[in-house]
Nanobody, 121 residues
């Protein structure tokens, strides 16, 4: 059984900062790609940032320069540091993790339940 749990969402004022965490736990060998996606009310889910097991990152243009993604492979945990938050960053933020159960096994994708980030103007 694999669990993916996000935390850190909150209500914050425009210009403020938040740090989201995502922890993967359970029975698996390792985490490959990890990423943060977000979904605002009435909009489709969109990519915010991703990070590979080697630390290479991909940041959406809309958050580039304000958001930083990182991970701790030993803890199977990923973080999203969000600075200079804007009201348009308001969304449910979801953690996406690609895991393998054993060396050479096919990867599987897991989603967390989401954490709400609300930025007031």
């Amino acid at each position: 059984q694999v669990q993916v749990v996000e935390s850190g969402g909150a209500l914050v004022q425009s210009g403020g900062s938040l740090r989201l965490s995502c922890a993967a736990s359970g029975s698996f060998f390792g985490a490959l790609h990890m990423g943060w996606y977000r979904q605002a009310p009435g909009k489709q889910r969109e990519l915010a940032a991703t990070i590979t097991s080697g630390g290479s990152t991909n940041i959406a243009d809309s958050v580039k320069g304000r958001f930083t993604i990182s991970r701790d492979n030993a803890k199977n945990t990923m973080y999203l540091q969000m600075n200079s938050l804007k009201p348009e960053d308001t969304a449910v933020y979801y953690c996406n993790v690609v895991l393998v159960s054993a060396p050479g096994a096919l990867p599987r994708t897991y989603w967390g339940q989401g954490t709400q980030v609300t930025v007031s103007s």
